[in-house]
């Protein structure tokens, strides 16, 4: 039950929007930015979990974007990703 509730929040958290009406590119782009300013591992993952979150309960959003965008939103999440494991 406890999980069920945390995923409703979860997935609560998530719909509210991107960011205050920041697209998810821009998003991405400033999440990838953050995480590779990291300079310990433990600063990556909350950038890293945004990503993983917008993949599971954005997946339409993800979907409707152009393909320019959803190659620049998958640049992103890859730069973000390699950022982390460079600092691992």
Do not use: P
């Not at 406890?2 to 929007?17: E, H, I, N």
């Not at 999440?31 to 997946?59: L, M, P, S, Y």
Request: hydrophobic content about 40%.
């Amino acid at each position: 039950m406890q999980r069920l509730v945390g995923m409703a929040v979860l997935a609560l958290l998530v719909g509210c929007g991107n960011g205050g009406g920041t697209s998810l590119v821009e998003e991405s782009t400033q999440r990838a930015d953050a995480t590779c300013a990291c300079e310990v591992f433990g600063c990556t993952t909350e950038h890293i979990a945004w990503f993983n979150k917008v993949e599971i309960t954005q997946e339409s959003d993800l979907e409707a974007l152009s393909a320019s965008d959803r190659e620049a939103y998958s640049a992103n999440s890859l730069r973000a990703g390699d950022c982390q494991i460079a600092l691992n």
